[in-house]
């Protein structure tokens, strides 16, 4: 029986896609990362990048989807539940796009109430994958083990994202708006009159020093 989980990284920078990802795990991988896996917040980047390398082994499949701060923004200014739907239908996507069929996913929930979450997510999934059983959890990273490997698969790929970003434009430290370093990016990026493409204009701190400005 085949079984997946489904988190993401990047929901709450200003700066920098969010990732969504989704590990499809058997028997015998589940087993090879219980008691390893675990939240990847809770995680040394070295741990991490050890864990992401045995997961990608064990791993029956891993799917990984990476929105762009420009379909964060259409997010929250058109879907009616903003962020939450966006990543319920990114989820629903990444199940729908898995090459093997699963019988449950199991997703960590932005909404405090998990089943409303659960019902977005099936909603959006595929004609084909209306059999799937989708169940949702808050801090499911701390219960399912699926879940924790796609915790650390989404992190360490949006590590190496902001990474890829830095080449380009910069060192804007974390991108989270209680970053000092991220606040004085952007700051220097609206004297300049140029708020690059990696920026979440949708974000309350982008507005707020456009106001103070």
Not at 80 to 109: I, P
Not at 186 to 205: D, K, M
Request: charged residues 30%; neutral net charge; proline residues 6%.
């Amino acid at each position: 029986m085949l079984e997946a989980g489904v988190d993401e990284a990047g929901r709450g920078p200003v700066i920098g896609p969010l990732v969504v990802a989704c590990v499809v795990l058997d028997e015998e991988g589940l087993a090879a990362l219980r008691g390893l896996v675990r939240d990847s917040k809770s995680l040394t980047a070295g741990a991490r990048l050890r864990l992401y390398s045995l997961i990608q082994r064990v791993a029956v499949e891993v799917g990984i989807r990476r929105v762009d701060p420009e379909e964060v923004d259409e997010a929250v200014a058109n879907l009616e539940r903003g962020l939450n739907e966006l990543e319920a239908m990114v989820t629903a996507q990444l199940v729908g796009g898995l090459r093997v069929a699963v019988s449950r996913v199991y997703v960590d929930s932005p909404d405090p109430r998990p089943g409303r979450y659960a019902e977005i997510v099936r909603r959006h999934l595929p004609a084909s994958r209306r059999d799937v059983e989708v169940v949702a959890a808050n801090r499911a990273e701390s219960i399912f083990p699926h879940v924790a490997a796609a915790s650390v698969v989404a992190k360490v790929e949006r590590d190496r994202a902001v990474e890829e970003l830095k080449r380009v434009y910069g060192d804007f430290g974390s991108g989270y708006p209680s970053d000092p370093k991220t606040r004085r990016f952007l700051a220097e990026a609206l004297r300049r009159g140029e708020i690059p493409p990696i920026v979440r204009r949708s974000w309350r701190t982008l507005r707020g020093l456009m106001e103070q400005g």
